[in-house]
């Protein structure tokens, strides 16, 4: 079945637009190939999608040795913000990048409302 880019475009712009303190986000396969991003000016669709197979490749391995099961969620925090990563099935991730000032369990309610979304365009 054919992925309606377009529309995985549309509903990562609104929840980048409408959510406080998000900076980007993007929807990627596991193999880090960028299926729809809206990012910051300066960074690279696809290295940022080939990082996020990478994170979610080290955060499976990561569940699976310490016997933690299916991996939900990636949560990487740096010194000016931190990135999501999030399942959206078995063939896509959703990236969110954020700024420190971000309200996280806002931002995880967010998230998941938007993944709601972006499974029903991808099933």
Known sequence: ???????????????ASATSDVEGAA?????????AT??????DDERVSAMSAAMLS????????????TID??????AKGFSVLTSCGEDTVFLVLATKAAKQG????????TVGELQMVLS
């Not at 929807?27 to 299926?35: A, H, I, K, R």
């Not at 969620?73 to 740096?78: F, T």
Request: no cysteine; hydrophobic share 45%; proline share 5%.
């Open 38 to 43: 809206t990012l910051p000016s300066g960074m």
């Open 58 to 69: 080290l955060g499976e391995r990561i569940g699976k040795e310490l016997v933690r099961g």
């Open 106 to 113: 806002l931002l995880m309610l967010e998230i998941k409302r």
């Open 1 to 15: 079945m054919a992925i309606n880019a377009e529309k995985l475009g549309m509903i990562i712009k609104d929840f």
């Open 73 to 78: 969620r990636i949560y990487v925090e740096g």
């Open 27 to 35: 929807v990627v396969t596991p193999d880090g190939l960028p299926l």
